[in-house]
């Protein structure tokens, strides 16, 4: 064995607080009233690891392997992923009155989106664990991670993802070695298939946050932004929101490195960005709820952000609250629109998602919700050419 480093110490009930060994696979809490997602726990003041040492490790999320969930260094499975660029969008922001915008440019991973962070760390701390077959609901994004890096592992997945889904994410899915299930359907249907398989055929289910490690992947977002900002935050980050692990990793992360004194009590306003479709946590923030309602309006070119009721939905409202964030909902037209924009301008192809996080800041921009001198960062979670028949077909 060769040590990580890791200072894993257990995992935390996020609602109740009751804590769980980390020695075992998990999923939820285990009280039987609760099942609220679990949180990994690090003893931070054990840390020896300085700036100085981690400015010299290769440019990868690993270099963050202390406040990761794996102990030995061989579980690791890795395909490269995270250190993505932050580029600012240097003709697009001209068409605001804010010169001060930026893009984390995440397309740049494997599998071309930020859920290999996630799955990096899933996968690998299954792998730790023996796990032999693992099992997904996806919009798209996740299912191709996981199928990569199960294929790295040689760990046997089952992806099911919804019909609606652009053929790239089913194409290379299958290419990954993956079992490939399209289901008549959005992703809560994908879920519960996957839950009763999964139940069935003991399977190791890594849906989103009902398997507590994808979200520590996640979290490297978050540590990135603040050393990419020279141990510093942007006022604002806008995130395309479905599940909810991007935007409570991000949060987590802040919280972590404040912990370590490598960041001080200051934090970015948090925006979730929502498709027009799937809009939940949108109406449930705008009415001052703390949890949201199912809603699915059908076919979104934002497939990432089709799900109708995230199951962190308490958790992603609550990071909204707590950094006096705001919530924005944006329709495909809109989308399409942003997207040609960055393209036409930036000469980036972002994912749609992404692109809804263009929109969105033009909204608040206008509305003075963000001033014209604070620092603004977007996430494009993903990669433009994947959607390319939905970028140019009648269904748009
Ligand atoms: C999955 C996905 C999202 C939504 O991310 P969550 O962390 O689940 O909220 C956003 N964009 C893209 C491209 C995705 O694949
Ligand atoms: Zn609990």
Redesign the pocket.
Known sequence: MTKTGSLLTHLK??????LHSADQRRTV?E?EN???ILSAQYDFHSNTLTKEELRSRPATMWRYREFLPVLDAENIVTLGEGFTPILPLSRAEKTSGNERVFYKDESLNPTCSFKARGLSTAVSKAKELGVRETAIPTAGNAGGALAAYSARAGIKAHVYMPKLTPDAFKTETALFGAELREVDGNISDCGRLVNAEAAKRGWFDVSTLKEPYRLEGKKTMGYEIAEQFGWNVPDVILYPTGGGTGIIGIWKAFGELEQLGWIGAKRPRMVAVQSASCDGIHLAFQNGKTSSEFKDAGFTVANGLRVPKPYADKAILQVLCESGGNSVSVNDAEILAALREIAALEGSLWSPEGAALWHAFKVLSRSKWIADNETVLLLNTGSGYKYLENLFSEKT
């Not at 009930?13 to 009751?18: D, F, P, R, Y």
Request: glycine share 10%.
């Open positions: 009930c996020a609602a109740c607080g009751k809490c009280d609760c099942r609220a």
